[in-house]
């Protein structure tokens, strides 16, 4: 956590709330900042990663070590050991929304509310679906690509999906670093060919290219088309069932 909060501060962000093993992080609500808030969102969801891979880094180190010494683990101790190397989702969406105190004489907390707050939230829980670092809404991307001059990012097109609670289709964005995008180029445009003949209805045509992509995302798509056959009445949206 603090090393996390530092890299949300240190790209002009607010903690909104900590939930159990959740951040709720706000951007845009400095008035003297001048930076483009969707890109310093982008800018820490991936700081944290790199956060979390040194901590699983540093705990593999230590369980080496352990083992070195001639130590044997039990299988608490392994659930125990699991359990701190920290997976960290991050969901991302903007918008219009409530921003500060509310509560009561008692108790007050300043906090945000909205539609995107909860959007953010669901975006957050699908990126352990498509095993994914990062995951980001199409206002996110708009926001990006025509107000930031300079960016690190390419968006990749994920998915058109109704989340739990909501009654629409939503796009979904996987922001990736230049240098990821460079590095798998070809599986990236492999992946998204696919998912034009997956929209598309024609997952005959679909099936064949996901399964030849190594991308995780591509995982789910291989699973979704399996039977070459969209379901009647496909309008490209996938409904999710849990959050």
């Not at 992080?25 to 956060?51: C, F, M, R, W």
């Not at 219009?96 to 105190?101: D, E, I, K, L």
């Not at 004489?105 to 939230?121: C, F, H, K, Y």
């Not at 591509?218 to 849990?242: K, L």
């Amino acid at each position: 956590y603090n090393e996390a909060i530092h890299e949300i501060i240190k790209h002009n962000g607010i903690i909104g709330s900590i939930i159990g093993d959740a951040l709720l992080a706000v951007y845009g609500a400095l008035p003297e900042s001048t930076q483009n808030k969707s890109y310093q969102a982008l800018l820490s969801a991936y700081k944290i990663q790199d956060v979390a891979t040194n901590l699983r880094e540093k705990m593999e180190q230590k369980k080496q070590d352990l083992l070195a010494q001639g130590k044997v683990f039990d299988e608490l101790e392994e659930k125990v050991y699991q359990a701190v190397l920290i997976q960290v989702g991050v969901g991302i969406d903007g918008g219009s929304v409530f921003y500060g105190n509310i509560g009561s004489t008692e108790r007050m907390t300043n906090t945000v509310i909205g539609d995107n707050v909860n959007s953010a939230s669901r975006l957050e829980g699908l990126t352990r679906i498509y095993q994914i670092p990062v995951i980001c809404s199409e206002y996110i991307k708009e926001d990006v690509e025509k107000n930031q001059t300079q960016t690190d990012f390419y968006f990749i097109e994920l998915d058109l999906v109704q989340v739990k609670g909501k009654t629409t289709g939503k796009k979904i964005y996987w922001p990736i670093l230049k240098q990821d995008y460079q590095k798998n180029q070809e599986a990236l445009e492999l992946f998204s060919k696919g998912l034009v003949y997956y929209y598309n209805g024609q997952w005959d045509k679909a099936y064949p290219l996901f399964s030849q992509c190594p991308l995780e995302p591509a995982r789910v798509f291989e699973e979704r088309t399996y039977n070459n056959q969209a379901p009647q009445g496909w309008d490209g949206i996938w409904t999710m069932t849990s959050k």
